[in-house]
């Protein structure tokens, strides 16, 4: 029995009808399909290094403590691993409308949170995985882990397993239990707020202490900015748009003119918010959109851990800057100034400070403010590298892969980022109702980038695939 952590907890309190908090992906591969049987097989190899996928969350009456995980006794692998396919011609886009459905409609909460379907009938001997996750139990780091575990970096397809290995899950706790557990750990936070003192006022803590008390100030002054009219209602439908560039191409932006992969990201997603706005015939100029930017925090003997282990930074994209390469020097120039100033350790000494609530006001915080309208920033863009290997399921090699992130607290439109075998791929996920034109957006991603890769010496660059969208 594992408790939930503050932020996991934060997420399931986040829910509601229109906002499903359900992180995906989807991966295409080439070849023949596999059976729907040979998928179960191989998933059910691979429960045994991930407990999680039998667990369900059993909350604490009366909220006196947080959630925790247990193994679900009605466990079916069937009810989590199922089988669509596409009618022909099996497009790509038949695929991502298809795929953005299965992400975003509600798992129940009752079970493990989480689904996976083999997709096929895909154009081009083709087919496809659609993975869903709540964000409850996963974060975009262990996430890449747990596909890194399902495939394999070698095209030799592995033993058949004819016999699943048997699974007797644990008695669920009862009440009393959770209330008693609960009542302990709620006991003991002055005894960890006292331990984290002690830690601060170690003179090797102090300056890492001052940098929290900077971020944290920083963090204010920030939230008190106002942003574009990208918040709003959601409505219960997604859009979800996919565009892709050579890595190797970002690589050279950057090295030819400064930064971080990352930074030439954020540059591209600033020109595709621009050509949005420009085309909703709003005034850019001097202006900028607010996104929250996810740090993992997860160490390297961390890996495959699943929940959430990260922090933020905010940063203001810079729209009102027409030529592309003003826009990555101000995004680059920014982004070196909120990592090295405390932004993110002041997001986790906010985050660390729910350890010392009790859970039942931790729940009805998070709740309240879920409920309540949010400007302090306008969207979210997160970066997650991929292996830079080919992966490859049941022999078939994985081309490409497609990160969904979700959309919550008033946010419109939201941006994933994964890297995979030389290539980037942006995942631009959009309300369906409030987002019509979310098309521009994503084409203005890709034209940014383009002309990034256009200012850039051809010496500089690989000849590798141009950015392309869908």
């Given at each position: 029995m594992q408790r939930l952590s503050p932020l996991d907890a934060s997420f399931l309190h986040l829910e509601r009808q229109v906002q499903q908090l359900n992180v995906g992906s989807a991966l295409i591969f080439e070849g023949p399909a596999?059976?729907?049987?040979?998928?179960?097989?191989?998933?059910?190899?691979?429960?045994?290094?991930?407990?999680?996928?039998?667990?369900?969350?059993?909350g604490v009456p009366l909220d006196l403590g947080l959630?925790?995980?247990?193994?679900?006794?009605?466990?079916?692998?069937?009810?989590?691993?199922?089988?669509?396919?596409?009618?022909?011609?099996?497009?790509?886009?038949?695929?991502?409308?298809?795929?953005?459905?299965?992400?975003s409609q509600p798992l129940d909460l009752d079970r493990p949170l989480w689904h996976t379907w083999l997709v096929t009938g895909l154009d081009g001997e083709r087919f496809a995985l659609v993975n869903t996750n709540h964000h409850a139990m996963i974060d975009g780091i262990s996430g890449a882990d747990i596909i890194s575990v399902l495939l394999t970096t070698t095209p030799r397809t592995p033993p058949r397993q004819t016999q699943p290995e048997p699974w007797a899950p644990q008695p669920e706790p009862s009440a009393a239990r959770l209330v008693t557990g609960a009542l302990v750990e709620l006991g003991s936070s002055p005894v960890r707020a006292v331990r984290a003192l002690a830690r601060a006022l170690r003179p090797n803590a102090i300056p890492q202490s001052v940098t929290e008390v900077v971020g944290m100030a920083r963090l204010g002054e920030q939230m008190a900015h106002?942003?574009?009219?990208?918040?709003?209602?959601?409505?219960?439908?997604?859009?979800?748009?996919?565009?892709?560039?050579?890595?190797?191409?970002?690589?050279?932006?950057?090295?030819?003119?400064?930064?971080?992969?990352?930074?030439?990201?954020?540059?591209?997603?600033?020109?595709?918010?621009?050509?949005?706005l420009c085309s909703r015939g709003q005034s850019v100029e001097g202006r900028t959109v607010r996104t929250m930017v996810p740090v993992s925090t997860r160490l390297t003997d961390e890996r495959g851990a699943l929940g959430n282990q990260v922090s933020a930074v905010f940063a203001d994209l810079p729209v009102?800057?027409?030529?592309?390469?003003?826009?990555?020097?101000?995004?680059?120039?920014q982004l070196h100034t909120l990592k090295t100033g405390g932004t993110a350790l002041g997001v986790d000494a906010l985050l660390g400070a729910a350890d010392l609530l009790p859970a039942s006001l931790y729940a009805l915080g998070v709740k309240v403010w879920a409920h309540s309208p949010q400007r302090a920033f306008s969207t979210v863009t997160t970066n997650v590298p991929g292996p830079q290997m080919p992966l490859y399921l049941l022999g078939r090699r994985m081309t490409d892969l497609y990160p969904y992130i979700p959309l919550g607290a008033d946010l419109r439109i939201t941006v994933g980022i994964a890297s995979y075998a030389g290539g980037l791929?942006?995942?631009?996920?959009?309300?369906?109702?409030?987002?019509?034109?979310?098309?521009?957006?994503?084409?203005?991603?890709?034209?940014?980038m383009a002309e990034l890769i256009s200012l850039t010496p051809p010496s500089t660059r690989s000849e590798v695939p141009r950015a392309r969208n869908g």
């Open positions: 596999p059976t729907y049987d040979e998928l179960c097989l191989a998933v059910d190899a691979l429960l045994p290094k991930f407990p999680r996928y039998r667990q369900h969350v059993r959630p925790v995980w247990v193994d679900d006794p009605r466990f079916q692998l069937r009810n989590h691993v199922g089988h669509r396919r596409l009618p022909s011609p099996g497009t790509d886009d038949a695929l991502r409308t298809l795929a953005v459905r299965l992400i106002l942003e574009f009219g990208l918040n709003g209602p959601l409505g219960p439908r997604r859009d979800w748009r996919w565009v892709r560039a050579g890595l190797d191409e970002v690589k050279a932006v950057k090295n030819y003119h400064g930064g971080t992969v990352n930074d030439v990201v954020l540059a591209a997603i600033a020109g595709g918010f621009r050509a949005l009102g800057q027409a030529d592309p390469i003003e826009r990555l020097r101000e995004v680059s120039a791929a942006w995942g631009v996920t959009g309300d369906h109702d409030s987002v019509p034109d979310l098309h521009v957006l994503s084409d203005g991603i890709e034209s940014s």
